[in-house]
Each structure stands twice: as C-alpha cells, then as structure tokens.
C-alpha cells in the first residue's frame, strides 16, 4: 500500500482535476463540505435562470399561452431525453414525470403485462424500501401476483430468477453500501430466465455512465434531484426500451398519455412510444429547475465523471481508513472502485450522534439506520481538498470525543 | 328584462366590489383581460416570494437539512390543509400530491376496496376525460369491476345507481359547460344505495364554497392551478372524510405513506389518516409556489366570492346576448346563477377561430371541442370592467367579421 497522500498532493490533484471548472456552475453555501449530493444535490445556477423565467415571463406574463409557446407539454419527453443521454438511452426511450415510486408502479405493471403467463415479482430486501412497498401495492390488485426478496427468500438474487418470474426489479447502485450491481449481467440472467428487468437507477443516474440500451434493459426509472441536482423532490423519470414500445400497458392511464389529449374523446387510446408512460399534468415550476439542472451536463463527460468519482472515494476510504480506524470506524460496502457507486458508507455504534457532530462542523453527509454514516461525492462540485478537509474534520471529531456532547444525541426525524 | 348596464353602471359596480383589493395580489400582464383563469390561474405575487425564498435560501443555502428546518416534510399536509378549509373539510382530511389523475386513482381503488361484495364505477360521459381513463385504469387490473357511464348506459346518473356501484365519480362544475352538480343531493343518493362517492372539484375548488364535511362526501380530488393559483401543473390535492381514515387502502402504497418512512423498513405499514394517500417525494419548489398562492385566501370571505362570481357571469351573459346573439352565439350551461360554477361557455359553429381572435385583441379564453368558446371568471382579479370590455371587443369581432381572417384559422394543438 502506497503512502497516504500529503496536502501538497491534494492540491496538486485539484490543480490538475479536468472537471473542477464545473463546481463554478453551483451555488455552495460558504463553510460546507457538501457530502450528501447522493441525497439532495447543491443548486446550479442554470436552475434559477429557468426557473425565474418560467415563473415571472411564461407564467406570469404568458399565462395559459405558455403552454404552447413556452414549450411547456414538451417538456417531459424534452427533459427525459436529457437525462437519457446519461443513461444510455436513445432519443424517445425516457420521459420525466410523476415520481420514482409511481413509476415503478407504471413499470411493474407493465412488465407483468408482457409476462401475462408469470405472477412473480422478483426484488432486493436491502432495497431502498419503496421499490418493495410499490411492489406490494401492485400485487395487492393484480391476483395471483407474489413476491420473493433476495436476503429473504434466497441469500443472492440470482437464485431467485426461474420461469415463473416475470420481472426483477433492482437498484443500480444499493442506496445504504454505495454497492454497483452488473447491469449487463443481470439483465442476461434475467432475460436467460424469460423475465424482464428493471432497473432503478436513483442512485446511479449522473453518479457514473450508465448504458441500459447496450445492456438491453428492458425498464429503467429514477430520480433526479440526486446526482442530476434538479431540485427537492424534482420530478422522476422512467425509460423502456424501444422493442417494449408498441406493447406498453400500464394502469395509469391519464389524460397526458392519451393519444389525442385534447380531443377529450371518452375512451382512453394509449400514445405513442414512451408517452404511455405519462399520465396527469406535471409540475412546470420543478420541471424547469429540472431543466436548468440537465444543462450543466451538455458540457460533461462520463468518462472523466467516473474517474473522478472513483478517486474521490478511494481518497476517502484509504483517508478514513489511516486516520480514524482505531475509533471503530470500519467500511460497509465495497473496497474495490470499480464495483461502488459514487458514495462511500462506513460503520460506527453511534454514527447517529458522529454524523450530527459533523454537520455541525460543515461536514454534511447523512446517516442510515442503524448504524450508517454515509458520504456522497459528487463530482462535479466535490474536490479532493474537500475530502482531506472532511476526513481532518471527523479525525478530530472521533479523537476529541466530541460527538458525546448531548445535543448530538436527540434523534431527528431525518438527517 | 331589466335594462342592459351602461359603462357608468360597470365603473360603480368595480368601485363598489369588496373584492376589488384582491387583484393587486396577482400580477397581470398590460393590455390582457384574463377570462382563463379556471385553466390557469394567474400568478400571485406571494407565490414568487415562495419561490424565490425555496430555492434561494432553503434549496441552495440549506441544502439538505431544509427538509427539516425549512419544514419540507411538512409541506404536504400543511398545504392539505390550506386547500382543505376552502372546500369544507376539518384539518387532517385532505393532502396536497402528485397529479389529479393519480388522486383518483388512489380514491376509486380506496373506494371499491370500502366496498369489496360490489364491482360497478359509475362516471359522467360529459366528464373531463381523465376522470374516465382513470376508470378504465382501474377496471384494467381489478377482475369484475365494470363501468357505468352517464349519457350512455343511462341519460341521467341518478339511474345508474344501484346496489351493484361500489363507487360514484363525480364533477362538482362541468369542465365544458360549467353546470354545478348538487352536492348534498347526490351524496345522499349515493349513500342510500350503499355507494361511496369521489367529487372532482377541480373546477369548484377556489370558484365556490365547497362543503365536503357538509354534505357528508367520502373522498374528493382536484387541481390547484386552476382558482387556486398554484403555478402550472401546481400538484393536486385528496381529501377523504375522517369516518374513512382507517380503512383507507389503495395500491400506491409508496414510502411517503408509510408509517414510519425514515426507519426503512422492508413491509409497508400505512400512515395514520390522511397521509394514506401520499406515495413518493414531491415536488417542493412548485409547492412551495403553490402555498404562497394558499396565503392570499386568509382574506377572502367565501360567500362574497360566489355573489360577486355569479354577478360577474351573470353580467357576462347579459352583455353577450344582448349584444352578441344576432351572430349566433348561443349560451352552454345553466342561465340560473345558483346552478352554474364561475365559467360561462357560449356556442358557434366558428368557435375556435372567433377565440383566436379574440386572445389576438388581449381576451384570453378557450376553445373547447368542437364548438365552444370558454370564459372563466376568477373573483379574485377580474372586475366588472374586464366583463364589459371583454364583450365589447367580442360584438367587434362579429360584428366586422375580423375572425374570417386566415391567421385565426389554424388549429393548434390546444388554445
């Protein structure tokens, strides 16, 4: 094991980072280290520009003209199409709208529809948990639908996966351990098995390239008030691959995804390819900070992204590992870049009271019960003297002892 | 038939309007009288503070620990109850969330699993479409359960009521015609088969006094961007009375309904009340926009809204038949005041082309399939002086038959 770093190589390493013209394109509030972009990301600039502009000229001034003028009902296949792009999706394959659990929901039901011969939803117990609820509420109408949770039913998800299960559903990247899962391989498996996959990408969309189309995914959905930094509880996304197009089913079926809107014909008649996906009118205000989010983008490259991202979190974990292990700070998840997400977890019996010791430092990251500190790096506005500045901030924290302080103590609802 | 108003009788009725106030709360472009605002409503001023504050400070500045100080979670319920004391419900019985499509989809799933030993949705063929396509959704994936709807299976819904209807959805106002349906009335018909009833306020909520807890309704839906201002595709809101909350089961069954969403457990466990019916994250900066719009209702007297409401569209059609009917404009809708919401709809067969012309002179109203001309008259920020100059400008168009020009003969996707 090579020496850790000194300052001077940090530095140097921020000196030389291809990406750390980015950070200027964000708001960063003074005095913090933001590591939780993982779970709301910092404001870009672009976002507020779109967002004054839709608010104060097409709202205010164009009034209901602005839904044809100012582009408003294009605005969830032109956005989808934005984040498809990070995706690995082909024009037309995404559409923005609703919010990652009712898309599930869509995306389930549409794959037991392609399936109708099968009623098994396969799913991860160490899942973010609404991937499992919504699942629950799908099989609750659909009789003859169950459930088998990977760490419930079989230790691995593989060992889940026979004829009688008509779709996967699996997170990218674990939410809690930052793990990277095989897209391609799973997808094989599944698809070997006769099943359909989806894949939820909350915790991977701008995180790290992502190819659902060169993996053959068949369904995808996500958020994008992470890593693509559209604002608090931004609308969602949902992708289904080109060939699923035409057999698209799904129960949500609202006036938006109507063939012909706004002849207000009687019946429903589905739209055409990802617009199927559409259901009620989407919040323009929040699509438009969406938008100037997604700008930031157009001058990013993935390749370079995935670099950094993972020599954030390798610098983070041989940091953490050299200056605080002997405080019972131990990793959770994995020690290998190439299989982790762009977040790093580590373990501590009172990670609660340490983490809120950081924030209170400016040190910002979140804690996941029961005993989970966990640390987001995002790349385009995170740097390596964050990181030594971050590790300096808990070495002291962990040494002095001064998260024992009682005001640490008192369990919020959220951190 | 009394005497058609003169101008100096419109310039007295505005000085005399209690309401005259509210319309400096709004912003409104020069040179347009806004007659759409039961499409989108303008724009309050207070919604722009809102904004500005959400994203400025809490977003960008607060970042992720705005979610607890800033009172983010919150959001939802607090707004609920905003929307809740203009419709008649007690605290605790109506949420603001996703879209009004996704809404009734959860209300009418609530409502056939209220009543499991029946199979039969009830609807209004002359519904806003995605009341009917929501239907549709639902009967999709819920073996036995069929559709009845009014003006095809039976002239009146009154008929279609029986001891088979699980459920019965209904509009408070027309979207198209503006009638206003007798709500106490109809929920007693309802109750006395055994039925549950779902009221689409969206085009009452805001225009009217509405009286849920009143007229013993079980669950209601609507938009806010409509009377209440919200911002376009403003989320929507649902409302069930508290004798229903905890019963109340539907599929959507995301972690922002869970009991305990921050402890990440594997099995959903419903929430208490209401916040059964919130599935995932929302949108927060157009909520945020929406609850500056809430603010403005503190100071409106409900029953002096409806006097001047009906004032203004009774006035409306006065001016447009006696000025106006010799070019075959005919009146859609009710005459009578009480039976009408606060929109005014009017026939010709060149519907589309005398409102294009009628948005080029600054009068924006809408057109709807295939003949009508639609006029909404917002309380809060249209005067009697709007009203006059509004049919002054129409009896010009006929009258010159300046709407015979080609420009007005394009057919855009919506008006």
């Known amino acids: 094991m090579s020496a850790v770093p000194d300052h001077a190589a940090i530095e140097a390493r921020d000196a030389a980072d291809p990406l750390r013209h980015m950070r200027d394109r964000f708001v960063l509030p003074q005095g913090v280290i933001y590591l939780d972009g993982n779970s709301l990301g910092a404001a870009p600039k672009s976002a507020f520009a779109e967002l004054d502009k839709a608010a104060r000229e097409e709202w205010a001034d164009g009034l209901i003209r602005s839904w044809n003028r100012a582009g408003w009902f294009e605005l969830a296949e032109q956005l989808g199409d934005s984040v498809g792009r990070l995706i690995g999706a082909a024009a037309g394959e995404t559409v923005v709208c609703d919010t990652t659990s009712v898309n599930i929901y869509k995306a389930l039901h549409a794959a037991l529809w392609l399936r109708p011969e099968r009623s098994v939803i396969v799913a ?36 889940l996966i026979d004829e009688q299960v008509a779709v996967v559903l699996v997170n990218h990247v674990n939410y809690k351990s930052g793990e990277l899962c095989d897209m391609a391989a799973l997808t094989r498996k599944a698809h070997e098995a006769g099943a359909v996959i989806i894949w939820d990408l909350c915790h991977s969309a701008g995180a790290l390239p992502v190819d659902l189309d060169g993996a053959n995914a068949d369904f995808a959905v996500g958020c994008t008030y992470k890593y693509l930094n559209g604002g608090p509880g931004a609308p969602a996304f949902i992708y289904a691959a080109k060939r699923h197009h035409e057999h698209i089913r799904q ?42 989010a997604l700008d930031v983008w157009d001058d990013v490259d993935m390749t370079l992204l995935r670099q950094k991202s993972i020599a954030l979190t390798d610098l983070f974990i041989e940091l953490v590992e050299a200056r605080c292990s002997e405080y019972g700070v131990t990793l959770v998840g994995p020690r290998e870049g190439a299989r982790r997400g762009s977040q790093v977890s580590f373990a501590h019996q009172n990670a609660y009271e340490i983490m809120q010791a950081l924030i209170d430092r400016g040190v910002i990251g979140d804690f996941r019960a029961p005993n989970v500190m966990r640390f987001g790096f995002t790349p385009l506005y995170v740097g390596y003297r964050d990181v030594w500045d971050a590790v300096a901030i808990l070495h002291d924290i962990l040494k002095t002892g001064s998260w024992k302080q009682e005001r640490f103590a008192v369990r919020a609802a959220v951190t």
């Not at 079926?253 to 739209?271: S, V």
């Open 124 to 159: 991860e117990g160490g899942s973010f948990p609404t991937d499992i609820y919504m699942a629950e509420g799908v099989a609750a109408t659909r009789p003859g639908v169950t459930i088998r949770l990977e760490g419930v039913d079989a230790p691995a998800i593989e060992d």
């Open 251 to 292: 129960p949500l079926t609202g006036w938006w995804g109507h063939a012909k809107p706004f002849a207000f014909e009687q019946g429903y008649q589905a739209g055409s390819g990802i617009r199927r996906f559409l259901c009620g009118t989407q919040p323009i205000l929040s699509l438009r900070a969406l938008k100037g």
